[in-house]
T-cell receptor, first 117, second 111 residues
C-alpha cells in the first residue's frame, strides 16, 4: 500500500519549452502533496505544498510563475516547469500524505530527472 | 532556529558489522520524526515514524529509537543490499504538514 507514481521518470527538453510532471497516489487519497527538488549528493529541498482544490503554497525563493502546480483531484498533482532553462535541470520528487488515518507520514514518488539542454 | 543534523555523513561497514546512524534535532514542538531510505536515482522509501521519546520501531535488520534530542537507526548484521542513503526528517507544530530533512547518511556495506 501507499504507492505514489510519477510520470515521466525522465525527460529531456530544450531551453524555453515547458515540461509537465505528474504525481499520482495510486491506492490512497491525498489532500496534500508536496514537491521537492534534489541536487546531486544533497538532501531534499521543499519547493511547494499542494492542496487539493486550492492554490499551492510556495517556499521562499521558489518562483510560482515558473513552477506551476495544479492539484485537481485527491490523487493527482502536476508540476509544470515553464520556460525551462539549464539551471532547472534537477531531480524532482513528489510526496503525498494520506488524507485518512491521522498519521503524518509522507510517501514519495520515484522521482523525475529533468535535463534542459 | 530548528535544526536537523545527521551523522556520520558516510559510513562503510563490512557485511555483518552492526552500527548506528544518528539524527540529532533541535526543534520545538516535535510532532514526529521519520526515517527514510533512498537508493540512487530513486525517491525516498518510508521506514519508520517515531512520535515520542522512548519509542522504538523495528523492521528486519533496522531498529529506530527516539530520545528528546536525537534518534538512532541501528543496523544489525547489515547486508550489501542495505547500502543506501538514510534520511531523517522532522515535522513540528509550526511547520504544519511540512518535513524538514537532514542531509542524510550514505551507508555502504561491503561483502
Amino acid at each position: 500500500g501507499a504507492v505514489v507514481s510519477q510520470h515521466p521518470s525522465w525527460v529531456i527538453c530544450k531551453s524555453g519549452t515547458s515540461v509537465k510532471i505528474e504525481c499520482r497516489s495510486l491506492d490512497f487519497q491525498a489532500t496534500t502533496m508536496f514537491w521537492y527538488r534534489q541536487f546531486p549528493k544533497q538532501s531534499l529541498m521543499l519547493m511547494a505544498t499542494s492542496n487539493e482544490g486550492s492554490k499551492a503554497t510556495y517556499e521562499q525563493g521558489v518562483e510560482k510563475d515558473k513552477f506551476l502546480i495544479n492539484h485537481a483531484s485527491l490523487t493527482l498533482s502536476t508540476l509544470t516547469v515553464t520556460s525551462a532553462h539549464p539551471e532547472d535541470s534537477s531531480f524532482y520528487i513528489c510526496s503525498a500524505r494520506p488524507t485518512s488515518g491521522g498519521s503524518y507520514e509522507q510517501y514519495f514518488g520515484p522521482g523525475t530527472r529533468l535535463t534542459v539542454t | 532556529e530548528d535544526q536537523v543534523t545527521q551523522s556520520p555523513e558516510a559510513l562503510r561497514l563490512q557485511e555483518g558489522e552492526s552500527s548506528s546512524l544518528n539524527c540529532s534535532y533541535t526543534v520545538s514542538g516535535l510532532r514526529g520524526l521519520f526515517w527514510y531510505r533512498q537508493d540512487p536515482g530513486k525517491g525516498p522509501e518510508f521506514l519508520f515514524t517515531l512520535y515520542s521519546a522512548g519509542e522504538e520501531k523495528e523492521k528486519e535488520r533496522l531498529k529506530a529509537t527516539l530520545t528528546k534530542k536525537e534518534s538512532f537507526l541501528h543496523i544489525t548484521a547489515p547486508k550489501p543490499e542495505d547500502s543506501a542513503t538514510y534520511l531523517c526528517a522532522v515535522q513540528t507544530a509550526h511547520t504544519g504538514n511540512q518535513f524538514y530533512f537532514g542531509t542524510g547518511t550514505s551507508l555502504t556495506v561491503i561483502p
